[in-house]
């Protein structure tokens, strides 16, 4: 029976080829006639049915319909959405293909328009085309978009999408639809004229999925024939040779030990210490970016090291027995930005950080101090339970009297989420963390200082929770100029409706959003490992 359908199906694939074929056997099959007269044009083929899945891009549905823009997406002229603000269908797609150059060319029914700050954000898009090649293709639609000062763009049939056909996933979909998944997308001038000029051109935006159908003509024949042959020959050979050495040569070398292998038992005090962490790479880019105009300023044993921070003098206890590892860390991070009559909108401090590592998995602590954004009151949380993190096994072995923790990944706690207004959500990727500890005062740290540096104090953090006040010590960042995509969101309490938004939000919405956004982080409960003090 499969022999028997496998004449229909070579010919459905060879139907298939035709469509789209810049990727399948057309030219082959072109040269298979080299003989006869060339055609005076190639044909073309018609396309219908055709659908084109597009999110645009997901941060910014998510901004639109979040706590900061309070807005809504509505549909058009037959557009869908999947569910949970998911990706847009936009249907009905009719065109045509060109067998010579592999060019395609569709039109799709369906309108999007996206509203938020009361109208401030406007930006509505239709008449949604696709033109693909070989190797580029491009989304190009109808858009109007409101300006902040309240004019409108308007502009037909323009490019705003640059797409990247080398990297599309090809295949075949229901009732022998052709299949282009999972297309890279790039925002082009006119893409940024859509969004104001606030998205830059080149920023990536959803992948598009593309399926086409070329109109179906029954088939009219069928196969009549049934294979008649079987293969009446067996292998009638058996190895007779068996293997009669046995291996002489051992391996020369060995996998490399484990830390645990490498590093006998230790406990003790941890005598100092470095922890290096930069948050959140897209939240540091944001503050000293050309939407928050902001600075980071370090203090009290703290160090801006470019791409992180570095937190000094650890104090803690490692215990082998129990492989666990605390370790508490002296300086403190400040974040400003959205300076207004000389006071910071956005006002956020990480100090007092410590690791509570037991095994492979980990926490990773600090006082927060944050301002609320719409009351200016200033809240602390002392001993926030901030990020997850996942350990090596072994890695807690200490090696020279030093344990060094490299690259460990840092996952959004609950309580971190909430710390952030709940515009973070749980589970999301933080940068990740370099620490380095000893337990011997004449080891010698990574960076240069030797073990003994630091106090010798307890496990406890040291120091006082990050404050309001005006720190002036150590580096502030200046660089960073890029706005990057994070997540929808922001900061502890009401600056961080701002903050972790990133380019993922126009900056003209932005700015709206600074006067219009209720703040998410006052009255907020957390969870906090000893003590919480709220001041004003």
């Known amino acids: 029976m ?34 006869a007269a060339p055609p005076a044009a190639a044909p073309k083929l018609e396309l219908v049915d055709g659908t084109l899945d597009w999110g645009i891009k997901e941060k910014f549905r998510d901004y639109v319909v979040g706590p900061i823009a309070q807005g809504k997406i509505t549909l058009a002229d037959g557009a869908k959405q999947a569910a949970d603000n998911g990706v847009f269908t936009f249907v009905d797609g009719k065109g ?13 029914k369906g309108g999007v328009r996206f509203e938020g700050h009361h109208g401030v954000l406007d930006v509505q898009v239709s008449d949604v085309k696709v033109t693909t090649g070989r190797e580029t293709g491009t989304i190009t639609a109808d858009f109007t978009s409101k300006k902040m000062d309240g004019t409108v763009v308007s502009k037909n049939d323009a490019p705003i999408a640059d797409l990247d056909m080398t990297k599309a996933k090809r295949g075949g979909g229901a009732g022998g639809a052709m299949v282009f998944a999972d297309i890279p997308a790039k925002l082009t001038a006119d893409g940024s004229d859509a969004f104001g000029g606030m998205y830059p051109v080149g920023t990536e935006l959803d992948p598009a999925t593309l399926s086409v159908k070329t109109p179906s003509t029954p088939p009219t024949d069928k196969p009549t024939d049934k294979p008649t042959d079987k293969p009446t020959d067996k292998p009638t050979d058996k190895p007779t040779d068996k293997p009669t050495g046995k291996p002489t040569e051992k391996p020369s070398t060995e996998p490399a030990p484990t830390a645990s292998e490498t590093a006998a038992p230790v406990s003790g005090p941890v005598v100092d210490g470095n922890l290096d962490w930069g948050v959140r790479e897209k939240f540091r880019d944001y503050v000293v970016g050309p939407i928050a105009h902001g600075k980071i300023v370090t203090s009290g044993g703290a160090s801006d090291n470019g791409d992180s921070y570095r937190f000094t003098k650890a104090t803690g206890r490692l215990d082998a027995d129990k492989n666990t590892l605390d370790a508490a860390f002296q300086g403190k991070v400040r974040f400003l930005g959205h300076e207004t009559k000389g006071a910071y909108v956005l006002d956020l401090s990480l100090s007092n950080l410590k690791v509570d590592i037991e095994g492979t998995s980990g926490t990773l602590l600090a006082d927060v101090s944050t ?11 002392t001993g926030l339970s901030f990020a997850d993190l996942k350990v090596p096994a072994g890695a807690l072995a200490a090696k020279g009297g030093i344990v060094n923790l490299r690259d460990v990944p840092a996952t959004l706690t609950t309580d971190g989420a909430k710390a952030f207004g709940g515009f973070y959500k749980k589970g999301e990727a933080l940068d990740a963390l370099n620490v380095a500890v000893s337990v011997d005062k004449d080891a010698q740290l990574p960076g240069g200082s030797t073990g003994g540096s630091g106090s010798t104090g307890g496990s406890g953090s040291t120091g006082g929770s990050g404050s309001t006040g005006g720190s002036t010590a150590g580096g502030s ?17 009401g600056s961080g409706s701002l903050a972790a938004t990133g380019s993922d939000v126009p900056t003209g919405a932005l700015i709206a959003a600074s006067g219009v956004v209720v703040a998410a982080g006052a009255g907020i409960v957390i969870a906090a490992r000893r003590r919480r003090d709220t001041t004003a």
């Open 2 to 35: 499969a022999a028997t359908r496998r004449p229909i199906a070579l010919a459905a694939a060879v139907a298939t080829a035709a469509v789209l074929g810049a990727t399948f056997s057309l030219p082959a099959l072109a040269a298979d006639n080299s003989e």
């Open 96 to 108: 045509s293909y060109d067998t010579g150059t592999h060019a395609s060319d569709t039109a799709f």
């Open 371 to 381: 301002k609320d954004q719409q009351t200016g009151k200033v809240s602390k949380f």
């Open 477 to 493: 960042t200046t660089g960073g100029g890029t706005v990057g995509g994070g997540s929808t969101g922001g900061s502890v309490g």
